[in-house]
């Protein structure tokens, strides 16, 4: 996902339709938390001008990360869809972009701005939908307990303070 200015100066009127799959799984150098990452599908297209080149890109694939709870793998849908402009030099117009890059040197390389869009869309925590196992619901100390036990549950000091209120309610 590499081009010179020059090919893509050529594509301008043809237009550059991408759709592509590719590994990247640099990812997991760039996060350590990702612990795999899918082939992901790059879809989109480049449009051309004097002054900029834009890529409308349509990204898909998967993420394997661990639970926040239970560090069990979950794997991560995404599904982003991003405009990302190149400014070949310094233009008034870049800084109304909402997302803009300014091109160094002659090559294009898309790759990093497409790692970065699958990065920024990594949540903070995830949790799994399986339920926790046995082991790791109870440990030296502590135990996970649910709203419903713990609602079920008196403190056996007010027990008698528990009793003393079903007197009342009869």
């Known amino acids: ?60 694939g998967t993420l394997i990360l661990p639970c926040s709870r239970t560090l069990a793998d979950v794997e991560f849908p995404f599904d982003i869809r991003t405009i990302e402009t190149f400014y070949r030099s310094p233009d008034e117009d870049m800084y109304d972009a909402e997302e803009y890059h300014l091109l160094e040197g002659d090559v294009l390389d898309l790759l990093p701005v497409i790692e970065d869009n699958i990065l ?33 549950k008196v403190d056996p000091r007010l027990a008698d303070l528990a009793k003393f209120f079903d007197k009342d309610k009869q």
């Open 1 to 60: 996902m590499k081009w010179s200015v020059h090919q893509l100066q050529k594509l301008q009127h043809k237009g550059l339709n991408l759709d592509e799959v590719i590994d990247l799984s640099s990812l997991r150098e760039r996060n350590h938390e990702i612990r795999a990452v899918s082939p992901v599908h790059v879809d989109g297209r480049m449009d051309y001008s004097a002054a900029k080149i834009t890529f409308h890109l349509h990204l898909t």
């Open 120 to 152: 920024t869309e990594i949540p903070i925590q995830i949790f799994s939908d399986e339920p926790v196992s046995e082991e790791m619901s109870h440990g030296q100390g502590w135990e996970v307990v649910a709203e419903t036990e713990e609602q079920e």
